[in-house]
């Protein structure tokens, strides 16, 4: 399995906080994805990582900031939480361009009150 | 048309039976496709990659891909209900350039019943 470790697991919070979710691989891939997944949704992407302090914004990006100071970290900020932002969130990182899978991290809940 | 098209179903078969998986895709993918596992309350999982057009076998997963047709399969063999889980279809979205972005389908709950 990938070497990809999602921290917290699981959070409650209140609207209006500061959350911070971070990814943190093991594979020293380049790549790395933020990605939010909600029932009739599917997976979206958020914002992604081409490398170290390289970063873009993906489909539902609003309301969200990432940073990525070293190779192994992906940070994912919801500067002020809303309700709508309570969901399943997964990272994915990948080796190479040149279509390449990606592989998943176990996600994080996050519930937002 | 949606880059990557899934029937969300959910498809039942029997134990035993195949499972025929299907997705259709538009022409602003990158013709390599992804298949996902995943099973309820957990990450999607790689199960099967295919580049070519034609068959690729891994174990009791068949991935067929039919690029005149703009269509990826998964078949599963010998279903167990071990395989009820969401299946996923991907494919880098064309021109994605240096990120390697994937387009993913919404998605079909597989039901294998006993």
């Known amino acids: 399995d990938a070497g990809i470790t999602q921290s917290p697991r699981h959070k409650v919070t209140e609207t209006g906080t500061p959350v911070t979710l971070r990814c943190h691989q093991t594979?020293?891939?380049?790549?790395m994805y933020w990605y939010r997944q909600d029932p009739g949704h599917g997976l979206r992407l958020i914002h992604y990582?081409?490398?170290?302090?390289?970063?873009d914004k993906g489909e539902v990006s609003d309301g969200y900031s990432v940073s990525r100071s070293k190779t192994e970290d992906f940070l994912l900020t919801l500067e002020s939480a809303t309700s709508s932002q309570t969901s399943v969130y997964f990272c994915?990182?990948?080796?190479?361009?040149?279509?390449?899978?990606?592989?998943f991290g176990d996600g994080t809940r996050l519930s937002i009150l | 048309q949606k880059e990557v098209e899934q029937n969300s179903g959910p498809l039942s078969v029997p134990e035993g039976a195949i499972a025929s998986l299907n997705c259709t895709y538009s022409?602003?993918?990158?013709?390599?496709f992804f298949w996902y596992r995943q099973y309820s309350g957990k990450s999607p999982e790689l199960i099967m990659s295919?580049?070519?057009?034609g068959d690729k076998e891994d174990g009791r997963f068949t991935a067929q891909l039919n690029k005149a047709s703009q269509y990826v399969s998964l078949l599963i063999r010998d279903s167990q209900p071990s395989d009820s889980a969401t299946y996923l279809c991907?494919?880098?979205?064309?021109?994605?350039?240096?990120?390697?972005?994937?387009?993913f389908g919404q998605g079909t709950t597989l039901q294998v019943k006993p």
């Open positions: 994915a990182i990948s080796d190479r361009t040149g279509n390449q899978p990606q592989h």
């Open positions: 594979e020293n891939h380049r790549y």
């Open positions: 990582s081409y490398g170290v302090k390289d970063t």
């Open positions: 022409d602003r993918v990158s013709q390599s």
């Open positions: 295919i580049y070519s057009n």
């Open positions: 991907a494919a880098p979205y064309l021109g994605s350039g240096n990120t390697g972005k994937l387009i």
